[in-house]
């Protein structure tokens, strides 16, 4: 899964990218003058750590990953192709999830490219840049829609056609296209297109320090205004976190007290990011060998997570085993899970839980 960081000039976007290159084990990467940064990024998983440690003992621990994308800074025209706009949105296209950093923190040092500090202000502007471009996206699909109809009449094209109209007038009125109701055909014919507003988005505020352990009024401003279905706003003091990284972890966890800072930091922004996909975890690590987290989407079968670890484990399934990560981690081992009689027996139809612990009998 990709989730492109997104937002105006100055606004902490690649601190934050490296941030969370230096929590998940990936190269920190610069940006090659108007292409974006890339970085796998390890997904920090205490029940990943205590099922290794205390259970599995393996010689391999595999977390799960997402892939991150810093986009080049955005700016005012973007969405209508000024600049290298066009080029910009069209590489935000090919992500999963649009992360979106926000200013809320004052810097003279640092000048704020419309002037004033203002979060809620910037999120409607890359909002409408966003929107532009999607609108362009869509008037000239239907244009080409109709001029082919009006040489041959087909059904299918007429369909799309009804639909992307229905997108104009939707975007037309300021509305991301991630708020429109869509049967899952409709979502299936406009997939093509990679819409932008279409996507899920995190907003994240970047606050200053000055504004740790309050209530930010900014906060609930932007869950008013902008929060709805794909959408969710959440805030992080970056520089402070960026410090805190650089310390050993002793001298980090006693200096996050001091400040009382949440436990994890970006881990928080990752948990986020994996709710707007719908992800959910699972692991193995019957044998000894390694111990892995995986990730499917919530509401996944049995035989769907087969496939996640091998196309062989989906195409021979016979049964899985299954067990809740609190209840092995209560028994201390597999053997003493199995001696309680507490591991399931599940078929192909089984919905994965998160937290699952899974073993597959398969065979071909």
């Known amino acids: 899964m990709r989730i492109g960081i997104i937002g105006l000039p100055a606004t902490g976007k690649t601190t934050l990218f490296n941030l969370l290159c230096l929590a998940g084990g990936a190269p920190v990467s610069q940006h090659g003058g ?77 000048a704020h490219v419309e002037g004033k500090v203002d979060a809620a202000r910037d999120a409607v502007l890359v909002n409408t840049e ?20 009006r040489k041959i009449k087909k059904e299918e094209a007429m369909r799309e056609l009804d639909l992307l109209k229905r997108c104009r007038v939707w975007l037309a009125d300021e509305r991301p296209l991630r708020e429109l109701s869509l049967t ?31 209530p930010n009024p900014t906060l609930d401003r932007l869950q008013r205004a902008l929060g709805g ?27 996050r007290k001091d400040l009382g800072l949440p436990a994890g930091g970006c881990g928080g922004v990752l948990r986020a990011c994996m709710d707007l996909l719908g992800l959910i975890t699972f692991y193995t690590g019957e044998g000894g060998e390694e111990t892995r987290a995986w990730m499917v989407p919530a509401g996944a079968t049995a035989l769907k997570a087969a496939g996640t670890i091998h196309s062989d484990l989906e195409r021979g399934f016979i049964r899985a085993e299954v067990i809740p990560f609190p209840e092995l981690e209560a028994c201390g081992s597999l053997a003493a899970a199995k001696k309680k009689g507490l591991l399931r027996l599940e078929g192909k139809e089984y919905r994965v839980a998160d937290g699952d612990v899974i073993a597959i009998r398969f065979n071909i």
Do not use: Y
């Open 130 to 149: 966003l929107l532009l471009a999607d609108l362009d996206t869509v008037e000239k699909r239907i244009t080409r829609l109709e001029v082919d109809l």
């Open 184 to 214: 899952a055909d409709e979502e299936k014919a406009l997939r093509g297109f990679a819409l932008l507003t279409a996507k899920p988005m995190l907003l994240l505020l970047n606050i200053g320090e000055s504004k740790l352990g309050k």
């Open 34 to 110: 108007t292409e974006p940064a890339v970085a796998a990024v390890k997904v920090p998983d205490p029940r990943l750590t205590r099922l290794a440690s205390l259970i599995f003992k393996p010689k391999k621990v595999t977390p799960a990953t997402l892939e991150f994308v810093d986009f080049v800074a955005l700016i005012r025209g973007a969405g209508k192709g000024e600049g290298l706009g066009s080029h910009f949105m069209s590489q935000m296209r090919q992500v999963d999830v649009l992360l979106h950093i926000l200013r809320d923190f004052e810097d003279p040092r640092i």
């Open 229 to 255: 279905r794909g959408m969710a706003v959440t805030q992080l003091c970056v520089k402070v976190e960026w410090e805190v990284a650089q310390l050993p972890p002793e001298d980090a966890e006693a200096f």
